[in-house]
């Protein structure tokens, strides 16, 4: 039966190591999904998480850029793109969650994190850490990979780390 594991991650650069070695590790960049707050691009943004998640608008339902380049932990996986959640404000959102998120309106990230298995109480818990600036990383897995997603995102400083 699939899984998903999700953590949370304070530090864009621990998320990117803990997505790359998942990748190296032989994990399908289409059942890694990240979200984090989107950063202001020009200044201004006394934010102490701010890393650099910055990036023009995109259609996340086809995966096309409308302009600007991805980067930091958005460049790792395929069909990142920005969105406009209520309640959060914009994120950057990627992998199959992203795909729960496009339609989303008077649920938010809870509904969209509902919507992909998490339960409601501790979607909200997600929502406020990404609101607070910090990355949520979620991967599918099968039973027999739980161990091995949970072990690599403790070793890069995953916190909150959850199988449902």
Same mark, same amino acid.
């Given at each position: 039966m699939a899984k998903a594991v999700i953590g949370v991650f304070q530090s864009e650069?621990?998320? !990117?190591?803990?997505?790359?070695?998942? !990748?190296k590790q032989g994990f399908d960049e289409r059942e890694i999904s990240l979200v984090a707050k989107e950063k202001e691009s020009l200044g201004g943004d006394d934010d102490e998480h701010s890393g650099g998640l910055t990036m023009e608008q995109q259609n996340l339902s086809e995966g096309i850029m409308t302009g600007g380049a991805l980067g930091g932990i958005a460049g790792l996986l395929a069909g990142a793109g920005a969105l406009l959640i209520p309640g959060v404000g914009p994120i950057i959102a990627a992998g199959p969650l992203a795909a729960f998120l496009t339609g989303v309106v008077g649920g938010g990230l809870v509904g969209g994190l509902v919507d992909f298995g998490i339960p409601e109480e501790r979607g909200r818990h997600y929502e406020e850490r990404v609101k607070k600036g910090d990355v949520l990383v979620t991967v599918k897995a099968n039973d027999d990979e739980v161990t091995q997603i949970t072990s690599v995102l403790e070793r890069y400083g995953g916190e909150d780390i959850e199988i449902h």
């Open positions: 650069d621990r998320a !990117k190591d803990a997505i790359s070695e998942l !990748k």
